[in-house]
């Protein structure tokens, strides 16, 4: 018997800004000004912050991080892309959207100060699970709420952050097929930003595109300009357009880079070269947003300056607000072990408490 081709597939690019600024206006989101100036802030104030929290690292003032420079448009982009009711589950690298959706930067340098209490939010949760540092097992908490809003019949959405690094990880793998059988309302956002810490796309997959790997769950992916924040953010809310209406989820790939570290405990110059991170900067997301943004009537050198001004008054408040805060219970992390107190775990405190009030003693 011949052969048959019971399926045939293919991965589309979305495209809507390219990295010198042309603009296909057939593929351009409808947008207000205050919109796009909107999504141009947050970006600037998420490179800022990155760049703030990297001295206060370097000076000891706070604790190891992963830096999103370079980034921003993927987080930002599909941030505001969503809705009130939709839940952001991130990885570790989206600064960006968390100040989309409401946080306060003085929690994030909390936070990577080593205390959980960064991850409360003062007006409520938001919708916003904390930073995950296990490498893709926030997938399937991504999967599991997406699955209780339909049961709860929710007109909302998921939006899972991942990197290319998760998709060599068997939680994305259940992840993705679990939501596509129960066609549950959740969209994976895959920041491919080149390097899984010191490993290589190209070490990561055979595959052509991260997209593709969609197919073999029956779900739709699509690859995106992951530095052009119009094309995350129209990637995005086609596919949360779909999941409302009970289509199920999507995978979007973000073709991005760090421009830095992995993590500030990390030494990218170990593994990479300073010619692929020039080709990367001269595409970075910022430089062809405000070109845009020029193009179009919106910006100019006063209001550049003036923003500038502004976010860096705002980033020294969020040092100053996270470094007056220094009454956080120390032997906190004991309290949730367990549901209930617990005898070697109450002996365990004592200890704890014993030894820093004898390093206090020491000065």
Known sequence: MPEKVLEEFSVKRLEVLDE???LDGEMEPQLSEEQLVGMYRSMLLARAGDERMLKLQRQGRIGTFGPSNGQEACVVGAATAMGENDWFVPAFRELGGR?????NLASQMVYYNGFEEGTVR??????MLPTSVIVGAQTLHGVGIAYAMKYRKEKAAVVVFLGDGATSQ?????AMNFAAVWQVPVVFFCQNNQWAISIPRAKQTKSNTIAQKAIAYGMPGVQVDGNDILATYAATKEALERAYEGNGPTLIEGVTYRLTMHTTADDPKKYRTEDEVEIWRAR???IRFRKYLENKGFWNDER???IDEEIKKQVDEAVQEFESQTEFKPDAPFDHVFGTSHEIIEEQRQEFLAKIAKEADNG
């Open 20 to 22: 010198n600024a042309n």
């Open 99 to 103: 100040l989309v959706r409401g946080e």
């Open 122 to 127: 003062p007006d409520g949760d938001g919708r």
């Open 170 to 174: 068997g939680d994305f793998h259940e």
């Open 284 to 286: 970075e997301p910022l």
């Open 304 to 306: 550049q300056s003036a």
